[in-house]
């Protein structure tokens, strides 16, 4: 099985994420806007969503 992390890079423009092996090799990014908002659940609402679309690539290969 093979290791993977994904980090979360939380900007006030960007919403950064990224797949890595346990040899620190980016396998995969995702990046969108961070919502223009107070709410924090559409922040975390938004980085599970970005998480899921990452994952979806990553089956995919």
């Known amino acids: ?3 993977i992390v994904i980090a979360a890079d939380l900007g006030g423009t960007n919403l950064r994420i990224a ?3 346990a040899g620190g ?3 995969q990014r995702g ?3 961070t919502p223009r908002s107070n709410d924090s659940a559409a922040i975390v609402r938004a980085i599970t969503e970005l998480t899921g679309e ?3 690539k ?3 290969e």
């Open 1 to 3: 099985m093979n290791k």
């Open 19 to 21: 797949a890595i092996n």
């Open 25 to 27: 090799d980016i396998l």
């Open 31 to 33: 990046r969108r806007q």
């Open 54 to 56: 990452l994952r979806e």
């Open 58 to 60: 990553l089956d995919g």
